[in-house]
């Protein structure tokens, strides 16, 4: 089951790009945007490893004289919906503070932790949190500090940043991004200075005294590429799991930061539109609302949350932007489009918002759905390959082959990366076989995106009326939600 509930969050990450939502007419649109802003948590000792400057040296040593337990150092209080691996680190904070208890029955400190998950999902929050709560200090480094040109200064690096660790009698070290720094040896493209830093990092890993109570916690979005010697046990002998959150873990996310946030409303219905959102996108999305209920002189309300929602995946409207006639109507036919597929193909991602005004990010106009937290099927990923398509379809229809424009530019690659994952990622195409990975020729894939296309077109043909009637309603309106989409065709 726990196997399963893995793979579950796996595919729903990489899902992410379809059920994230959008279709979109123009540039940019298409790839789904992972909203990304680092919530200021001041207080905790921040060094990169390596540093130089007399500045840097300066604050290393104010550090090394100021109290273990940093003001404003984050909690564990401060991570929310995924709560077994904070029950994990809690133990090691246990440990941190009290080594004697976990001596005296015979137990030893873990050397490392590896925090992996994608981006965004708490992992430095975490790794701060694990320092807070134990009281100890916090030394930062980053995987890619350590990835120098000469030889041996990488290596130099490393000594130095655990030669610090060693001055503290308690701390913990985080180097984020380990993979830069430890990816698996023997791959082809052996580097000197890589293995060099990395027996570096092999050999201080084990030169702890466990009396001394360090603990380094090492965080990656890429667990698979890092060298096996790293994640033996007695190095990076601990691993913790921060996946994608889930619908609830959402909702508790949410809550939280719009607690923090000192707004009057909940989260509302984000929880279930925001599938796919990392822990860090979804304080973002808060942090956004917020911006736009100060610009307003109030407190963050449901609007701006919805708006900051939908800007979140499209952008900003551009509202001085104001196209000629003939791509306003193109836009609107090439969205109507998508816009009856996903009624047809996709009815389990139903229509949020159908908008024909260009967007920040290059859009001339966009659909977005109410993603789906299931898994993804034979049948959902052939759908949103269709409704991908259909814009296309639908300007082919109207104007003829000769007049489609390049505006599908983006629908196209995000069909191509769907088909490809129908195939490589989850053998669902029954001709192609099973084996995952397995070369399947790229004329096989073109077959598959053209029966899809087939469907599409097929439809839009049936039901041009429709079409042609939710477009005119569309360059009237110009942002339809499901029921104005309905009323119309
Ligand atoms: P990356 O892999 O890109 O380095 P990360 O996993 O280290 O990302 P963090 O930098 O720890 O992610 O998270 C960024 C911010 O997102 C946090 O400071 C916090 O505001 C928010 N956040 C992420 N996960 C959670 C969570 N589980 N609960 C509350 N806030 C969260």
Do not use: W
């Not at 004289?65 to 404003?72: D, I, K, V």
């Not at 691993?239 to 873990?249: F, H, K, N, Q, T």
């Not at 597929?341 to 139903?350: S, V």
């Not at 967007?359 to 759908?383: E, K, Q």
Request: aromatic share 4%.
């Amino acid at each position: 089951m726990e196997q399963l509930n893995k793979h579950f969050q796996s595919l729903c990450a990489a899902a992410m790009g379809l059920c994230l939502l959008v279709a979109g007419f123009g540039a940019g649109v298409a790839a789904a945007p992972e909203p990304r802003q680092l919530a200021a948590l001041a207080g905790v000792a921040a060094l990169a490893a390596g540093s130089v400057s007399a500045e840097r040296r300066r604050q290393a040593q104010a550090l090394r004289q100021s109290a273990l337990a940093p003001e404003g150092a984050a909690t564990f209080d401060d991570i929310v919906g995924c709560e077994e691996a904070v029950e994990e680190m809690r133990q090691l904070a246990c440990f941190l503070r009290d080594p004697q208890r976990f001596e005296r029955a015979g137990a030893r400190l873990p050397r490392g932790v590896l925090l992996y998950g994608p981006p965004g999902t708490g992992k430095t929050l975490m790794a701060r949190a694990l320092a807070g709560e134990a009281g100890v200090a916090f030394l930062h480094a980053n995987g890619s500090d350590f990835v120098q040109m000469y030889v041996g200064v990488g290596a130099k690096r490393v000594r130095e940043l655990f030669r610090r660790a060693r001055e503290y009698e308690r701390c913990v070290v985080f180097i984020d991004e380990i993979d830069a720094l430890g990816k698996r040896r023997g791959g082809g493209e052996e580097n000197a200075e890589r293995e060099q830093t990395l027996n570096a990092l092999l050999s201080e890993l084990c030169g702890f005294q466990p009396s001394k109570s360090f603990l380094v916690v090492a965080a990656t979005n890429r667990p698979e590429v890092l060298d096996e010697a790293l994640t033996r046990p007695g190095r990076f002998d601990r691993r913790i799991e921060l996946g994608l959150p889930d619908r609830g873990a959402r909702e508790r996310i949410l809550s939280h930061h719009l607690k923090r946030a000192g707004a009057g409303c909940g989260p509302g219905e984000l929880p279930a539109l925001t599938a796919g959102f990392s822990g860090a996108g979804l304080e973002s999305l808060v942090n956004e609302a917020a911006m736009q209920a100060a610009m307003e002189g109030c407190g963050i309300q449901e609007r701006h949350l919805q708006a900051a929602f939908v800007e979140s995946l499209a952008g900003k409207t551009r509202r001085g932007a104001k196209p000629d006639e003939k791509t306003q109507r193109r836009v609107a036919l090439h969205e109507a489009g998508h816009a009856l597929a996903c009624l047809r193909f996709l009815p389990e991602e139903p229509i949020l918002l159908v908008s024909v005004l260009p967007s920040t990010r290059g859009a001339g106009g966009y659909v977005l759905r109410r993603p789906s937290d299931g898994l993804p099927t034979r049948h959902s990923l052939r759908g949103a390959i269709r409704v991908a398509l259909a814009g296309r379809a639908a300007e082919e229809i109207v104007f003829g082959g000769e007049e489609v424009s390049a505006g599908a530019a983006n629908d196209l690659r995000a069909a191509e990366s769907l088909v490809r994952r129908l195939v490589y990622e989850y053998g669902l195409e029954p001709e192609l076989g099973l084996m995952p990975g397995r070369k399947a020729d790229e004329e096989a894939l073109c077959a598959i995106l053209d029966r899809e296309y087939a469907c599409a077109l097929g439809l839009l043909s049936r039901e041009r009326d429709r079409l042609e009637r939710l477009a005119k309603s569309l360059l009237e309106q110009e942002q339809m939600d499901l029921q104005a989409v309905l009323d119309a065709i």
